[in-house]
């Protein structure tokens, strides 16, 4: 009877990675990432389920329910025209993620052609588009984001295109220098001796090495992009009334404060839960991608499995009694 033995092949094809096995164990060891991640999932799902579970229109006018507190008709109050805050919210929330991913998507897009071409190319065309970098970066986000908007009409395409190019030149940093790393080792030049074309090796080498840094600057991007988007809302240069932005409501409701708080404090808190969910994310994605902290973590665990738990020393436990 013949047996037949597994080839390397398929046993390295069926087994996950230790290093992406470490990674996933060090995120959901992290009690801030899981709940960062669970909180963004929530809000994810309220911005998409938001016209089937808003309880009213989003620009429903009710002048005789005006500046109503928060009741069980209306969840967090109703605003000077009589319309129901949390609807508001709920819509603006899928506008203002829809505006950021977007946004980022865009300057993944374009700063990853930007610093991989330079990092791998090197020479004038390395200088020449990290000059263009520069320049883009001696300028104040918000301050480019409006030099855009002032050129082109406000509304929501004006505004992704703007939060895109503005946060374009800080992947464009982050690609470049993995791609620098990446293009004197070993793989990568025994690929260029094979005479494997330059956009085989990007597309085969290089791109995928340098995906965990990318993944950790789009959740940061994530938080800044909907920050800035609420800020050119708030400015009147975002999204135009009488669509309902987080930033815009911010806006109407710093004429309302003392007679119905709950206008500024709602919005403000979406934006406030939605860019620190980011932010706890792209933190705990930093932990677990980062090869370094995940040998220290492995190194403790191997280390508490060999030792076992700490015990109590006996020499450490007085027996006597004193008066």
């Known amino acids: 009877m013949s047996s037949i033995e597994p080839t390397p092949g398929a046993a390295v094809a069926s087994a996950p990675a230790p290093g992406r096995v470490a990674s996933w164990r060090l995120l959901a060891s992290n009690p801030l990432t899981v709940a960062a991640a669970v909180v963004l999932a929530i809000i994810v799902l309220a911005a998409v389920l938001a016209p089937w579970i808003a309880p009213y229109g989003v620009n429903q006018i009710d002048v005789a329910n005006a500046l109503t507190p928060p009741s069980p008709a209306h969840w967090f109050g109703t605003d000077e025209l009589g319309r129901d805050v949390f609807s508001r919210v709920l819509l603006a929330g899928s506008t203002s993620l829809t505006i950021a991913v977007s946004a980022v998507t865009i300057a993944l897009v374009l700063g990853l052609v930007l610093g991989v071409v330079a990092g791998y190319a090197g020479g004038w065309a390395d200088a020449v588009l990290m000059r263009v970098v520069d320049v883009m970066f001696a300028f104040p986000v918000l301050l480019l984001a409006l030099a855009i908007i ?9 505004t992704t295109i703007a939060i895109g190019v503005v946060y374009t030149p800080i992947f464009a940093r982050v690609a470049r220098a993995s791609t620098l790393a990446l293009r004197s080792s070993p793989f990568v030049q025994v690929s260029r001796t094979m005479g494997t074309p330059p956009a085989s090796i990007l597309l085969r080498h290089v ?49 309302f404060l003392a007679q119905a708080w709950w206008m500024s404090v709602f919005p403000g808190a979406a934006i406030f839960v939605t860019a620190l969910a980011f932010n706890l994310l792209g933190d705990g994605l930093r932990d677990g991608l980062d090869p370094r902290q995940r040998t220290i973590i492995e190194a403790r665990r191997g280390e508490r499995r060999r030792n076992g738990p700490p015990r109590l020393r006996r020499d450490t436990i007085s027996t006597e009694v004193r008066p």
């Open 150 to 158: 002032a050129i082109f009409e406000p509304g929501a395409l004006t």
């Open 207 to 255: 791109l995928p090495n340098i995906g965990g840094p990318i993944v950790v600057q789009t959740s940061l991007s994530l938080a800044f992009a909907i920050l800035s988007e609420a800020a050119l809302s708030f400015l009147g240069l975002g999204i135009q009334p009488p669509s309902p932005s987080w930033g815009g409501m911010l806006f109407t409701a710093q004429g």
